[in-house]
């Protein structure tokens, strides 16, 4: 389409963005930061779940031990989430409403609840792909917390550190994810 970037180009700004980050702060992975946001949510309703602690190593603790790993880095980002990656995260959904809203074709109605090739193999009821996208979603967010990160930092950041398990992790993902996709939608 007019206007938009084609593969090659989205890929080289996306690998530049990554080196960026990096280089300038660390490698970018966020699936921890809806961690952090759990954790921020429930500090909010219980007073336990986050206490200063000047004995551990970021000066915070947590009841949760997720929370309280590595000498309690992530109640720390809890307590104070004013930092990079949250930022990352939330700079990210604020990116995808910008971009939407300043550029690009408008889609459809059709298009705005699924696209062409979903419409064609399970139909227009809105509710199945609603909970398609909820269970994938559910699925991956799970994945990338038994793996101890998502796609960002463990296949884009990690390979491009030329990291064994980041390569493993794409094998990996590519190895399921093609599949699946040939049969919820043919090989066209």
Avoid at 21 to 41: E, M, Y
């Amino acid at each position: 389409m007019k206007g938009q970037l084609n593969w090659f180009t989205g890929g080289i700004a996306l690998g530049l963005a990554f080196l960026l980050a990096v280089w300038v702060v660390k490698p970018i992975g966020v699936s921890t930061q809806f961690v952090i946001l759990d954790g921020i949510v429930w500090d909010l309703v219980s007073d336990d779940v986050v206490k200063e602690d000047p004995k551990t190593k970021s000066g915070y603790a947590s009841s949760n031990a997720y929370l309280n790993k590595s000498g309690g880095k992530y109640a720390k980002n809890v307590a104070n989430p004013a930092n990079y990656s949250f930022i990352f995260v939330l700079s990210m959904i604020f990116g995808t409403f910008l971009s939407r809203m300043t550029k690009g074709p408008v889609p459809t109605q059709a298009d705005q609840i699924a696209p062409t090739v979903w419409r064609n193999r399970f139909g227009d009821e809105s509710y199945k792909r609603y909970l398609a996208v909820f269970a994938g979603g559910f699925l991956v967010l799970l994945g990338a917390r038994l793996a101890g990160g998502c796609t960002s930092g463990h296949m884009m950041s990690g390979m491009m550190q030329t990291s064994l398990s980041g390569y493993l992790f794409a094998f990996g993902a590519f190895g399921a994810a093609v599949p699946m996709a040939v049969i919820l939608f043919g090989r066209k």
